[in-house]
């Protein structure tokens, strides 16, 4: 069984299928990398919660990043954020976002708690 949560004409912001949960890409409000990754990483635990999921059971996380220089300035809000012991399979990248101002997104998939 496949469930659709917050489910749009163009996508949903949760997938829940066979145990796992797929978070569509999110991004963060804030002037500079740092902020918009902590706003993004909030929207991320919120999603994560509304899917039965959290921190310690994600899988995979994807960041692109608008200017790879901003490498280590998300790195360190990333890093304060991950449980430790805990840290998904992730990929990084650099990738022109859906909007000028946006400067990182991050998308999330993660196993359903039991």
């Not at 960041?63 to 990084?92: I, K, S």
């Not at 990738?95 to 196993?111: G, P, S």
């Amino acid at each position: 069984m496949i469930e659709r949560i917050h489910t749009g004409t163009r996508m949903s912001k949760i997938v829940k299928h066979n145990g796992v949960a797929y978070l569509c890409g999110q991004v963060g409000a804030g002037d500079t990398v740092a902020e918009q990754t902590e706003d993004c990483l909030s929207r991320v635990d919120a999603l994560l919660a509304e899917a039965g999921s959290d921190r310690e059971h994600i899988l995979q996380a994807i960041v692109w990043l608008r200017d790879m220089a901003d490498f280590a300035e998300m790195n360190a809000v990333w890093d304060a954020w991950v449980p430790e012991g805990h840290a998904p399979a992730r990929a990084c990248g650099e990738a022109r976002l859906a909007r000028d101002i946006l400067k990182v997104e991050i998308i999330v998939t993660a196993a359903i708690k039991n």
